[in-house]
């Protein structure tokens, strides 16, 4: 009876394949997958990476706003800084009724480069 089960079990567990010399982690690395994951890290690396880039020109380009800049607020309002305090921005928004308003820091979008006559 030993016998049997010892057959039983030699014929259950699976043979060990080739190796050929090969490691294991090279069946990994030639596999057509491994590239597409390779490149899928290089393109969210380089996505991160422009977006971090993105964010400290904008967090730079509002720290350096100063009176006379003219912005855009991520409303889409226009208007002249009349004056900046820490953590908020008066905006003049209407010359003719001298209408001013203020906004958040971190609601201001963009400062509006003049464009010059040529």
Do not use: C
């Amino acid at each position: 009876m030993n016998s049997l089960v010892f057959h039983a079990l030699a014929a259950a567990a699976p043979a060990a394949a080739p190796t050929n010399g090969r490691p294991p982690w090279a069946d990994i690395v030639s596999s057509p997958m491994s590239l597409v994951f390779l490149l899928l890290l290089i393109f969210m690396y380089f996505s991160w990476n422009s977006k971090r880039k993105q964010d400290r020109q904008k967090q730079r380009m509002i720290d350096e706003m100063k009176k006379g800049d003219r912005v855009q607020t991520i409303g889409g309002i226009l208007g002249t800084v009349v004056e900046v305090r820490d953590g908020e921005v008066l905006v003049k928004v209407d010359e003719s009724n001298n209408t001013k308003i203020k906004f958040s820091r971190s609601a201001i979008n963009r400062v509006v480069e003049e464009e010059k006559a040529g």
